[in-house]
């Protein structure tokens, strides 16, 4: 009797394990495994494949050349907390940057609490805390707590100068040299307040994303015709809800905001496939690009706007004769819609150079004014 008690007892442990695993087995099947990530390079040659985030392994990555099967390159070991974002590659994928997501000011989610490193090749090149960055600004008027390297303002990897740009919300810039990793700038970008009568709309204009960190600072200076582009596009596609698709290229700029407001035909060229990217807006050429610019989002989202009593600017300003007469009618427009005003003692200035302030204040009024019309 006592052994057929053992046998049944020996029975029932041998089910009980082979229940167990089953049921683990079961359990496990049900885990959604990990799937591996592709990014190919700009020109199709390499791609980059890595898993995303796992339980218990750290992802395999590595750069192969993109034939079948793929031949791996090189191959790096990072942290399980990794995600496709986390990552800036050069043209090629000779180099590339990882930003580990950034938790808690200077705690970084990378398992070696750093929050940037630089490759070449898969080698380490230069790794930042983000302490390391910001202690080492001349002025603290900023805290490492706030620090969110995923809070970026902007970021771009230039391959053909070999350096990796960075801004920040918080309005820091910095600039490295992608082939050693060193930190060659950083600076502080709003060095001083828009003027007190532009003040509150810059804010508002910023937090409603529509000023690009490049513009944040020196707000009394001339905006150059590259950058109203800028702020153009940002409109555009904060009203629209959609990246703009077309690009027409010129032969003096890859300005991706000008390609963009070429195609819409916000702006255009000065001849001969020109753009002058860098030459300044005058305040006459502005309001001939915000009428452009309103014609293309009404035309876009298809709204109808009131006909305004225009004035001709004979009955307006005192230098109106010195308006060109390409611009008279939308000097006319955008003076009558209140977007554009003139300035002291009735006066527009039309050839007098348009600051980069007055070009956000501009900006924003007429998000506010279309607003109020688009349904």
Known sequence: ??????????????????IMFGGVTVYADRIVQPVPQRIESEDGSRVFIF???????????????????????????????????????????????????????SQALDRDGTALKFYRNGVLLRSYMISD?????????????????????SRSFDSTNNIFTVTTNDHLKYVFDITSGE??????LIHAPPSAWAAEQVVAAISADLVPPNLGSQFTQPITRAEFAALAVALFEVMTGEEIAGRMEFNDTTDINVQKMGYLGVVTGVGGGYFNPNNKVTREEAAVMISRLVYAIQNHLIFIL??????????????????????????????????????????????????REQSIVTIYRLMSFLSAWVR
């Open 1 to 18: 009797m006592k052994i057929i008690r053992s046998r049944k007892s020996i029975i029932a442990v041998f089910l009980a394990v082979i």
């Open 51 to 105: 898993n995303p985030l796992a339980e218990v392994n750290y992802p395999a990555m590595g750069v192969y050349y993109n034939t079948e099967p793929l031949e791996l390159i090189y191959e790096i070991n990072l942290s399980s907390m990794a995600f496709e974002s986390d990552f800036i590659f050069s043209t090629n994928f000779q180099y590339f940057v990882f930003i580990p997501t950034v938790v808690g000011g």
């Open 133 to 153: 960055l910001v202690e080492s600004m001349d002025t603290i008027m900023f805290s490492a707590s706030l620090a969110y390297w995923h809070d970026w303002a």
């Open 183 to 188: 930190l060659i700038e950083n600076e502080r």
């Open 306 to 355: 009131p006909t305004p009593g225009l004035l001709h600017p004979s009955e307006s300003f005192l230098d109106y004769t010195l308006i060109s007469s390409w611009a008279v009618r939308n000097v006319s427009w955008v003076h009558g819609m209140g977007i554009i005003r003139g300035i002291d003692n009735n006066l527009f200035a039309p050839k007098d150079p348009f600051t």
